[in-house]
């Protein structure tokens, strides 16, 4: 082993030592950060509800597919790329105006962008559209109007497709995940970093000699005997 390796085996020694001589603000401060995460989920964080529903996307119309017209692998690429056309349609400002004045207006189109989430499941040609509110009617009845209003809306991007609504939007009877367990971790991980920046602090400005060996690094001499009292 070397010096500078030596120097380092010390030196992390030293730092556990520390951590080690400090373990009860350690624990103190890590419970007090978890505890913090903990009522700030329970208590200032509002509960929030998800409706959703489905729409099938074809480049077809339905009136035009026939038995020797099916829909082929060129039809179904030509889906998934619409929805992506699709899917930012979903969220231009006209639309969503349309949308405010069927739920009479409780919320403006900007704030019901907010609430959105519009997606293509698994490259497919169906469209997830989900709409997250702190209360589960406020949820649903945005949902309803997005989903019904939408094949139309989207008919006029696609005069040549067709859209379906192949899962209706269901009113939510749970709360979503508050992220308890999840703020809880990131409370303790906080307070348990806040807590070794607190030990090194102290470590750092702490100018007593306790050992033998305080005095041979800070001095750099060597110690030829220790005198017990």
Known sequence: MNENERVSEINILDILRDIWNYKLLVILLVVAATALGAIKTIYFTADTYTASGVLYVSSKSVDNTTKEDEVNKGDIDTARTLSTTYIETLKIRAFLMDVSDAINNRFSYSEISK??????????????????AETAQDAYDIAKNLVSLAPKKLAEVNEGGSIKIID?????TTANDSGLFKN????????????????FLIAFFDKKVRRSEDVAKRYEVSILGVLNY
């Open 115 to 132: 609430m959105i989430q519009v997606s293509a499941i698994n490259n497919t040609e169906l469209l997830s559209i989900k709409v997250t």
């Open 168 to 172: 209706q939007v269901l009113k939510p």
């Open 184 to 199: 809880c971790v990131i409370g303790g991980m906080i307070g348990f970093i806040l807590a070794i920046a607190i030990v």
